[in-house]
Structures are given as structure tokens and as C-alpha cells.
């Protein structure tokens, strides 16, 4: 084999120089075509955009309910994880400082995954049934935070 049989990989290659005459092989239109919405400058589609074609999302049975804007999202702490702290009232506050929830202004829910030694206040949205029985018998409080409920006005 001689040196000019050789050939370079397919990875290295030169970028195509848009616009730089007839023999760059993208001269004069820039492979744009001719006329039309995508020659022009600024144009562009939505990537769903099928051309007129009734869009793939418009003809799909619509079937199911879906009822999330309603749904409760909450952040799980275990009364493991709540043994570990040294303190007598634990709040979301807290939790956050120690870096067990991410945000404290989302909604709280412990659950009784581990067991506690110590009397404890905790301040949460919700219970399970297993930590709140588990807080009690070790002598402390679960207290439910309770929101004001939405009136309307008028």
C-alpha cells in the first residue's frame, strides 16, 4: 500500500464553507433550495410542526382523566431519619437545614419506616398511622399542620 491509497477516517472532515462561490458545493443558495419558508432568514418550525398535516397529538384517541391538578404531592421523611436530629421540636424548618427535604414550602408526610427513643414534638403535614403511634408511645407529639381553608369572595 502506498501512501496516496490512503484514506482519511470518516471523522475527520472539513465543515462545508457555506456561500463561497460556485465550486464550494454549497454556493449561490447555501443548499437551501430555491424559494420558499425554509431559504429565508429567521425561518424555523415547531418540531411537531407536520406540515399541515393534521398533527400526530390532534389524531390520537383522547382517552383517560387525569386529576393531578388536585393531587397532594408530598416530600417522605422516616422517623429513621428523625432520630438522627438532636432536637425537641422538628419542623420543616429544621428539616431543610439538615437537608432531609429539599423545600420547605412543599407539604411534609412522615412515615413510620425506623422506630424513635425519645419524645419528640414534630410539626408535619401528615402522618402515617404507624409514626404517629410510634411518635406517642415514645412519649411525644405529632401535631397535624392544618391550612385555612380558600373562601370564596363576596
Not at 57 to 66: E, I
Not at 114 to 140: H, L, M
Request: proline content about 5%; glycine content about 12%; overall charge positive.
Amino acid at each position: 500500500m502506498e501512501i496516496y491509497q490512503l484514506k482519511k477516517p470518516d471523522s475527520i472532515k472539513r465543515r462545508k464553507r457555506v456561500g463561497c462561490g460556485p465550486s464550494s458545493g454549497k454556493g449561490k443558495t447555501c443548499g437551501r433550495g430555491m424559494n420558499g419558508q425554509r431559504c429565508r432568514s429567521g425561518s424555523s418550525r415547531r418540531p411537531w410542526f407536520e406540515g399541515g398535516q393534521m398533527p400526530l397529538q390532534r389524531r390520537v384517541p383522547k382517552r383517560g382523566f387525569s386529576n393531578l391538578i388536585f393531587k397532594k404531592f408530598y416530600q417522605v421523611v422516616n422517623l429513621s431519619q428523625l432520630e438522627k436530629l438532636n432536637s425537641e421540636e422538628i419542623d420543616h424548618n429544621l428539616l431543610k437545614k439538615e437537608g432531609i427535604i429539599k423545600n420547605n414550602h412543599q407539604l411534609v408526610k412522615i412515615l413510620g419506616n425506623g422506630n424513635i427513643t425519645r419524645p419528640v414534638k414534630i410539626f408535619a403535614d401528615a402522618f402515617s398511622k404507624s409514626a404517629e403511634e410510634k411518635i406517642k408511645s415514645a412519649g411525644g407529639e405529632a401535631v397535624v399542620k392544618k391550612f385555612p381553608k380558600k373562601t370564596k369572595k363576596g
